[in-house]
């Protein structure tokens, strides 16, 4: 059974860097297609891909934010580790972070961490 | 830039059929593939790649689609099927790797 589980602050200062951590069970991400990607959601609004690690370690991220974003993996602790720096009140949001098992499709999600940014 | 667009809001009488649509330009390069989220829940696959469904999702939603647009049926709605649905794309831009549409909100009447 696949699970992934988002652990970070629920609360972080403008300027700030943002650490997020997701922790997975169910499935190597060296195997062969797998893909983890990090996707956040401000209040009422539409879900926004931010970031994407996969079984090769090749990083990819979203133009408009890959200056801010670094995503990195640790395959012996079965986690995945995104940093956003000079955080904004623009990007207070849950984050989630989502498999992808080889289909270009997100198939699993962790539930999700609500981060606020605010002096 | 790479987007896809949704209508914001549709309504559909219990037991009839609602249709969404999603538009963008890589739609007409890569398939669509839809989210269903409830509110305080996480969004779960409902559609992928040409019509397929994830185990446990009902066969009334079915996808398909024309061009640069994507759509999303569900024949015979219910009221659990109220929800905001998000269709997902891999991106064209080089080195992103994927766009959401900006979400429909399903009302069952």
């Known amino acids: 059974q696949v699970t992934l589980r988002e652990s970070g602050p629920a609360l972080v200062k403008p300027t700030q860097t943002l650490t997020l951590t997701c922790t997975f069970s169910?499935?190597?991400?060296?195997?062969?297609?797998?893909?983890v990607s990090w996707i956040r959601q401000p209040p009422g609004k539409a879900l926004e891909w931010l970031a994407m690690v996969d079984w090769e370690d090749d990083k990819f991220y979203d133009a408009s934010l890959s200056t801010r974003l670094t995503i990195s993996r640790d395959t012996s602790k079965n986690q995945v580790v995104l940093t956003m720096t000079n955080v904004d009140p623009m990007d207070t949001a849950t984050y989630y972070c989502a498999l992808d098992s080889g289909d270009y499709v997100f198939d699993s999600w962790g539930q999700g961490i609500l981060v606020t940014v605010s002096s | 830039s790479s987007e896809l667009t949704q209508d914001a809001v549709v309504s559909v009488a219990l037991g009839q059929t609602v249709r969404i649509t999603c538009q963008g330009d890589s739609l007409g390069k890569f398939y669509a593939s839809w989210y269903q989220q409830k509110p305080g829940q996480a969004p779960s696959l409902v559609i992928y790649g040409r019509n397929k469904r994830p185990s446990g999702i009902p066969d009334r939603f079915s996808g398909s689609s024309s061009g640069n647009t994507a759509f999303l049926t569900i024949t015979g709605a219910q009221a659990e099927d109220e929800a905001d649905y998000y269709c997902?794309?891999?991106?064209?831009?080089?080195?992103?790797?994927?766009?959401f549409g900006s979400g429909t909100k399903v009302t069952v009447l």
């Open positions: 997902n794309s891999r991106d064209t831009r080089l080195y992103t790797r994927f766009v």
């Open positions: 169910g499935f190597s991400l060296t195997s062969s297609g797998k893909c």
